[in-house]
């Protein structure tokens, strides 16, 4: 028997600078949507709350069915923090739909099944990957005539890490670290945005950064770029890698650095590296740090300051626990200073209100001197700079 689904990506905040996917549906609705429209169900992907006249199911031929109601609601979930958003669309579409059971998937999901029910008010709570979608091709058909064309695809190599970082929550949602051997065939744009936690981690990545530099060659990929950090460790036990990166069109490069102040002559490595294969350190290569953790303010300027003298820019970011459900944090709330009521601050580690936006105002201002190669701030470099976006 043939089903309506109904997918939904609530209305989560999308940052205006997001370079990315700041304009696409989260990479596991639109397999899931796929694996649907394969077996025949008819779907609908919305952002948000939508109308109850814009809920219009498809087939895969295209056929519309107005007026219908759906068989199941699927609602996806990003972090933690971001519970409230779930909770909302939960509501939403509980209250337009009475008798449809509802299930929530997605990372707050896997990480906190139990609070995410009780919270959420779902009927069901999906616990990490959707097996039976994860290798099927996603649904840009159907992205593109319903939320606009799109000059980038979205892809993996790889799932899972092989990494158990505490503060990252992969390990916990895709345990096993599985990988492909090529990607050749599911390449359909020019622009690639890799959505792997460990890229350099898979086994067959030389024989994929290959399969990238022949299709650059013949102009079928224009660039790429990992969303997430570059395990720069691995760059190390094989220097090949970072040529490798730089012949198949990678670009923005974010090496992580995430542990002690005394590991910069290993990272000071890694960005030689980087330099060596013809990358730009000053624009194409950032430090990806993580703040407002366990190491102490005192540390991290120490490893601030590190990068202000390679002339790296860095790329950072706030920590909060992986049992956050909240987070109403606000860079405008600079004069009169928030408390661990509004997010959360590590004090155990000494962290507090002012000393996290103090880094954050030091990080954004070395950056901007590094980009306009500067040795000194100067608002206005900054006010133009932002004058652009």
């Known amino acids: 028997m043939k089903i309506n689904v109904l997918m939904v990506e609530p209305n989560f905040p999308k940052p205006s600078k997001s370079k990315n996917h700041n304009d696409f549906m989260p990479i596991g609705l639109l397999k899931i949507a796929a694996f649907h429209r394969n077996k025949g169900n008819r779907i609908c992907l919305v952002r948000g709350e939508v109308p109850r006249e814009e809920v219009i199911f498809e087939s895969q ?178 220097p090949e890698l970072a040529s490798l990166l730089k012949s198949s069109s990678f670009r923005n490069i974010r090496i992580s650095w995430d542990g002690r102040f005394q590991e910069h002559v290993s990272i000071k490595k890694q960005i030689d590296l980087l330099k060596r294969a013809g990358y730009n350190i000053h624009e194409n290569v950032f430090i990806f740090m993580i703040y407002n953790w366990d190491i102490p303010i005192e540390e991290m300027e120490k490893k601030r300051l590190k990068c202000w003298d390679w002339k790296v820019q860095i790329s950072d970011c706030r920590y909060r626990p992986l049992n956050q459900t909240f987070d109403n944090y606000s860079g405008q709330a600079f004069r009169k200073g928030q408390t661990s009521d509004d997010y959360y601050i590590h004090k155990r580690a000494g962290w507090t209100d002012d000393k996290i936006r103090m880094f954050r105002k030091h990080i954004r201002r070395q950056n901007m001197c590094i980009r306009f190669n500067s040795h000194f701030y100067v608002k206005v470099i900054e006010r133009s700079f932002l004058n652009k976006y």
């Open 61 to 238: 031929n295209g056929q519309i069915k107005k007026n219908s109601n759906p068989d199941k609601i699927l609602i996806t979930s990003y972090f933690t923090y971001w519970s409230n958003f779930v909770k909302k669309s939960v509501s939403y579409y509980r209250k337009m739909f009475p008798l449809i059971p509802i299930t929530v998937g997605g990372i707050y999901a896997s990480l906190m099944p139990d609070h995410c029910k009780q919270y959420t008010g779902c009927d069901e709570v999906h616990v990490g990957l959707h097996e039976k979608a994860e290798n099927v091709r996603p649904a840009y058909a159907y992205l593109e005539k319903h939320f606009g064309p799109k000059d980038y695809q979205i892809l993996h190599t790889s799932r899972g890490c092989i990494r158990t970082c505490r503060f990252c929550g992969v390990y916990k949602i895709e345990p096993d670290f599985t990988f492909k051997q090529s990607i050749r065939k599911e390449i359909k744009k020019r622009k690639l945005i890799f959505y792997d936690n460990n890229l350099l981690a898979n086994p067959h990545i030389k024989e994929i950064f290959t399969e990238l530099t022949e299709l650059k060659r013949k102009k079928r990929i224009l660039l790429c770029e990992a969303q997430s950090g570059i395990d720069g460790r691995l760059i190390l036990k094989d």
